[in-house]
């Protein structure tokens, strides 16, 4: 082989321009390799784009992922301010219940006590005359009572003396409420021996309800019903009417309304066993000596009376003309069906 290349310099020159060959494709072939090396180690442009295009991507991603809780929780506070506000709604509904409760068991006093009565069941209210019920709370447990119920406080006209018509109202009250204070304390010493204050089987209580019948600048009236219970097995409803001379100022009675020599009893008495037999037997049931002694033409039989603008009514109460179960009666009479005996200028 070598001496091949020495016999001739043409053949040196070919191994030279070999070895140069090979020395330069090793050369391009390294090159070649670092540069792939340098790609896989290091990230070109495009890399760093698509590495800042990732970040970014996270980015967005972790806002979006704050905005959306931040959202959420917008969103409760939102529907808790809604909640809230729903709570408050229903708090204030339930309020308004509470306060129209009193109206509510007016609407029912009126309906099931004033209505079977004959009375009105809308006051008859003269032009600048108005009311407004006003509750009586009042209770003593140690006394063992309770007293409860409403009573009307009335507005009227200047001049119209609604004022004192008031200041009998409350009068009226302030007795209710003293005479039953005084039979509880008759009834607790009675059986002081027998209990105390905390061995009570039952509370005494007095539920005053009212109704306004008239308002004018003539003559206003109100009727008063009282439950009163103070043991026994039941309690008992007492009727109060309340009729008012607005010009004078004072009570009206029985007595006022009628001529003095008239025979008003009698044609009081006369209307109203007529009405009341009829009364009674849509109730099937049959007069008796009860009902002749409750409709005799006596006056503290038809001493309870309430005066509306065209009629008068004559309540009857429990026990009067029929047995408690049968409860209280009203006869209402027109003012024209007793002309010839009522008296001048009151009405």
């Known amino acids: 082989m070598i001496w091949w290349i020495m016999k001739n ?103 099931y006590f004033i209505k079977p009565l004959n009375l009105n069941t809308e006051p008859e209210l003269e032009k600048g005359f108005s009311f407004e019920l006003m509750s009586i709370d009042e209770s003593n447990p140690e006394e063992n009572y309770i007293i409860s119920g409403t009573y009307p406080g009335i507005n009227g006209p200047s001049g119209s003396n609604y004022e004192k018509f008031n200041s009998e109202i409350i009068a009226l009250i302030e007795t209710f409420s003293s005479d039953f204070r005084t039979d509880v304390e008759k009834t607790n010493e009675e059986f002081s021996d027998q209990t105390t204050s905390e061995d009570w089987i039952y509370t005494n209580e007095l539920d005053i309800s009212s109704s306004v019948q008239l308002c004018s600048s003539k003559i206003s009236s109100v009727i008063f019903l009282n439950y009163y219970y103070t043991g026994g097995a039941h309690g008992i409803t007492l009727s109060n009417p309340l009729n008012y001379d607005m010009k004078e100022s004072k009570i009206i009675e029985l007595k006022d309304i009628f001529k003095n020599d008239s025979d008003y009893l009698n044609k009081l008495s006369d209307y109203c066993r007529e009405d009341l037999s009829k009364q009674l037997q849509n109730m099937d049931a049959v007069p008796d000596e009860i009902f002749k002694e409750g409709t005799a033409p006596v006056y503290e039989n038809y001493s309870n009376f309430v005066i509306l603008q065209n009629d008068i009514v004559i309540i009857f109460g429990q026990y009067q003309i029929a047995p408690y179960a049968a409860g209280m009666f009203g006869v209402r009479i027109p003012y024209e069906e007793l002309a010839s005996y009522l008296a001048e200028g009151l009405f």
């Open 9 to 111: 310099k043409r053949n040196i020159i070919i191994i030279c321009i070999l070895i140069f060959c090979l020395v330069f494709l090793f050369g391009f072939s390294c090159k070649s390799q670092m540069s792939v090396n340098k790609q896989l180690s290091l990230p070109n442009s495009d890399d760093e784009d698509n590495s800042i295009s990732q970040t970014s991507d996270t980015s967005n991603v972790q806002q979006s992922v704050e905005e959306t809780n931040s959202g959420s929780e917008n969103k409760k506070d939102v529907n808790s301010e809604k909640d809230s506000e729903q709570g408050s709604s229903e708090i204030q509904e339930l309020s308004s219940e509470t306060s129209n409760e009193s109206d509510s068991d007016y609407e029912d006093f009126i309906e």
